[in-house]
């Protein structure tokens, strides 16, 4: 089984700001690694994944993650956020291992980035 | 192309009646997944479909809840005898199969549902 913890519930920043959402898993097995986001008023979207090769992985809106496996990590950062990016953003697990459980995503609580003019 | 839809977007039902949910996936994705959010968590798992069996049904919170994919397209969620804790906005979403992660998982704009 898979847990996904995201450290913070709640992350204010101003715009133009550095910023950095933590995500930390607990797995058993290999895992693969994605952040979603939700803006307000719109369904999920794939904001950027981690399936294999390097560990740096970016988005095309100027986000990145890192995968850090000895320290179960995969935060999100951005150095420099628009007021656009204001959303929910989820971190998410999905075992790299076989069987029935293959399919599903194992999600974290939210952090809620508000990016203030 | 269409996205993943969800009918309806809204539900309003009274304790101990019967909802049914319904999700068309996007047209050529074999897979497809039911999620259930509530306020102020991550989405959680409830089940998935490779084509038209439950692959994984783990997630279901008890025998209350069932979902079906008799074509290997369109799914339903049912629930019977709701009860207030079953309040909660239920996701679904698709992909071209589950084998591979590379395959995105596209998800729908949920159906909210309310017990009162």
């Known amino acids: 089984a898979q847990s996904v913890t995201q450290l913070d519930s709640q992350v204010p920043v101003f715009e133009e700001a550095p910023v950095e959402l933590r995500c930390n898993y607990s797995s058993s097995v290999s895992v693969y690694l994605f952040w979603y986001v939700q803006y307000p008023n719109q369904g999920l979207q794939l904001l950027l994944k981690?399936?294999?090769?390097?560990?740096l992985v970016e988005s095309i809106n100027g986000f990145e993650a890192e995968f850090n496996k000895s320290q179960t990590s995969f935060h999100l950062r951005k150095p420099s956020v628009h007021i656009s990016d204001t959303a929910e953003y989820f971190c998410?697990?999905?075992?790299?291992?076989?069987?029935?459980?293959?399919?599903?995503?194992?999600f974290g609580q939210g952090t809620i980035l508000t990016v203030h003019p | 192309g269409a996205g993943v839809s969800q009918t309806p977007s809204n539900k309003v039902t009274e304790k101990g009646k019967y909802v049914e949910l319904r999700c068309d996936p996007i047209?050529?994705?074999?897979?497809l997944y039911w999620y259930r959010q509530s306020l102020g968590q991550g989405p959680e798992f409830l089940i998935y479909?490779?084509?038209?069996?439950?692959?994984?049904d783990s997630g279901l919170p008890n025998d209350r809840f069932f979902a079906v994919r008799p074509e290997g397209s369109v799914s339903t969620l049912k629930i019977q005898r709701t009860e207030r804790g079953d309040s909660a906005v239920y996701l679904c979403?698709?992909?071209?199969?589950?084998?591979?992660?590379?395959?995105?998982?596209?998800f729908g704009p949920g159906t909210r549902l309310t017990v009162l």
């Open positions: 047209s050529g994705h074999t897979a």
């Open positions: 479909f490779q084509g038209t069996g439950a692959a994984d």
């Open positions: 981690y399936l294999s090769g390097s560990t």
């Open positions: 979403a698709s992909s071209l199969n589950s084998g591979l992660p590379i395959n995105e998982q596209f």
């Open positions: 998410a697990v999905r075992s790299g291992a076989g069987g029935t459980s293959y399919g599903k995503l194992t």
